[in-house]
């Protein structure tokens, strides 16, 4: 069942998307040659904590970590640890807070110093799909019109979109109804509504888009080892334009920024 939020709960929603937004651009601001992944998300667990928020992943179905940290081949998934990040790494942070009984999902590519041109499209091309889906996160449209447009641009561009994962629903809960998956024809699913909160989250890989989970259960790798990307933010569907409620406070918005 596809839960509609109250006025009440969009402005805590805001609230625990403006925390998960910082919490992003936290450890964007910390990916650099040198550090561990362990080190990201020791900040972002304290960051999180220090703002009376819970971080959403820490704990959830067993993942250790606060922040899913994954680089280069890796899709989603990554677990943090003792892993130190290299110059031209680029790494995907996925973070989530919960404040007050509501998430917010948020997620972005980085870039470690400097990278090759493949891996500066890759991000950037994951970045404006998301863009280009949520022109159709509008009433009266159906959520496969969010999948199809996210998956001709990332074709377009000589990407591919994963099939194996897909966004969802965001609430009370961390995954909720409906799935928004990134690919698909448009007209299908359910229709949106105001008040529907929708995690829209590119994953898009350099080569193939078949992936497999390592042993660990969550390390999610492309299985041609090539790079991939990953893109995400918590939605509000309006009367009017959506409104993406994981964004930073101050005079611009990570989302622009990434």
């Known amino acids: 069942m596809i839960s509609i939020k109250t006025e009440r709960e969009i402005e805590i929603m805001r609230k625990a998307g403006r925390i998960t937004a910082n919490a992003r651009k936290l450890a964007g601001d910390l990916v650099k040659p040198g550090v561990t992944t362990a080190e990201i998300d020791k900040a972002v667990h304290d960051y999180i904590v220090s703002q009376g928020a819970t971080p959403s992943f820490l704990g959830y179905g067993g993942f250790p970590g606060s922040a899913c940290i994954s680089i280069n081949d890796v899709v989603i998934h990554g677990i943090p640890g003792d892993q130190v990040i290299q110059e031209g790494d680029i790494v995907s942070v996925d973070v989530g807070a919960k404040w007050n009984g509501f998430h917010g999902d948020c997620c ?18 994951t970045r404006e799909s998301f863009f280009e889906g949520i022109k159709f996160a509008k009433r009266g449209f159906r959520v496969s019109d969010i999948s199809h447009a996210v998956q001709e641009y990332v074709e377009a561009n ?28 448009p007209g299908r699913g359910p229709r949106l509504i105001p008040g529907m909160v929708i995690a829209v989250e590119p994953m898009v890989n350099a080569g193939s888009f078949e992936v497999k989970v390592m ?4 390390t999610t790798k492309t299985v041609d080892g090539s790079r991939a990307a990953h893109y995400e933010n918590t939605v509000l569907i309006t009367d009017g334009e959506p409104e993406i409620l994981t964004v930073t406070e101050g005079p611009t918005n990570e989302y622009i920024q990434v």
């Open 108 to 125: 972005a590519t980085f870039v470690a110093g400097k990278t090759d041109e493949l891996s500066e499209k890759l991000i950037r091309v």
């Open 158 to 185: 000589g990407f591919s979109v994963v099939r194996n994962f897909v966004g969802h629903g965001v609430g009370e809960n961390l995954h909720e109804e409906p799935e928004v998956p990134n690919f698909g024809r």
């Open 215 to 218: 042993p660990d259960r969550w």
